[in-house]
Nanobody
Framework: QVQLVESGGGLVQAGGSLRLSCAAS????????MGWFRQAPGKEREFVAS????????SYTDSVKGRFTISRDNPKNTVYLQMGSLLPEDTAVYYC?????????????????WGQGTQVTVSS
């Protein structure tokens, strides 16, 4: 049974930082492109970032470029999202996801596996 478990969400002031983690189990972690998505209240879920199997290729949505960094540790079966210079509009539930496509295709092709999400709230 595949499980993706996010952690690290919380309440932070604008301009602050948070680091999200996603621990994977039940799959061969290094076989999957990993990514982060988010869903704000009243909005559709959107792509945030993705990372290739070996961690070489990265992709970000424009609104987080230069502020967020995705990384992975394959021996630990964990993917991270370091978020900095947070804005109130970054407030959302953040979801970890695993895909068998590419970092770019993950933007448009629904991932195979999803985590349960972790809430990030940025106060102004």
């Amino acid at each position: 049974q595949v499980q993706l478990v996010e952690s690290g969400g919380g309440l932070v002031q604008a301009g602050g930082s948070l680091r999200l983690s996603c621990a994977a189990s039940g799959l061969t972690f290094s076989d999957y492109v990993m990514g982060w998505f988010r869903q704000a209240p009243g909005k559709e879920r959107e792509f945030v970032a993705s990372i290739s199997r070996a961690g070489v290729n990265l992709s970000y949505t424009d609104s987080v470029k230069g502020r967020f960094t995705i990384s992975r540790d394959n021996p630990k079966n964990t993917v991270y999202l370091q978020m900095g210079s947070l804005l109130p509009e970054d407030t959302a539930v953040y979801y970890c996801a695993a895909s068998d496509t590419t970092t770019q295709s993950m933007r448009v092709i629904p991932p195979i596996y999803w985590g349960q999400g972790t809430q990030v709230t940025v106060s102004s």
